[in-house]
Nanobody, 125 residues
Framework: QVKLMESGGGSVQAGGSLRLSCAAS????????MGWFRQAPGKERELVST???????YYRDSVKGRFTISMDNANNIWYLQMNTLKPEDTAIYYC???????????????????WGQGTQVTVSS
């Protein structure tokens, strides 16, 4: 049984930094995609970033240059380093994972079968 658990959320002022972690247990796929999604109140869940075991990464435009995704394959943990945070980054952040079927990870939430419970990130102005 695959379980994902996020940590590292919190409250910061604009311009601050946070690092989110997602620890996976029971995850045995060697070809893997991991992603970070977020959902703000009243909005759809949106993709923030993905990373694959093949080394491909993706960032949505609004976080490029500020967020960095990384992966510790040996320990089944992946991270999202978030710098220069803005109030519009406020949301619940979810990690997600599934088997990689292409060089690039899917950008659709519907293609990820494993999800964490979410961690709140609040950025005040």
């Amino acid at each position: 049984q695959v379980k994902l658990m996020e940590s590292g959320g919190g409250s910061v002022q604009a311009g601050g930094s946070l690092r989110l972690s997602c620890a996976a247990s029971g995850y045995t796929y060697s070809s893997r995609c991991m992603g970070w999604f977020r959902q703000a109140p009243g909005k759809e869940r949106e993709l923030v970033s993905t990373i694959s075991d093949a080394g491909t990464t993706y960032y949505r435009d609004s976080v490029k240059g500020r967020f960095t995704i990384s992966m510790d394959n040996a320990n089944n943990i992946w991270y999202l380093q978030m710098n220069t945070l803005k109030p519009e980054d406020t949301a619940i952040y979810y990690c997600a994972a599934d088997r990689r079927t292409d060089l690039w990870c899917s950008r659709s939430r519907w293609d990820y079968n494993y999800w964490g419970q979410g961690t709140q990130v609040t950025v005040s102005s």
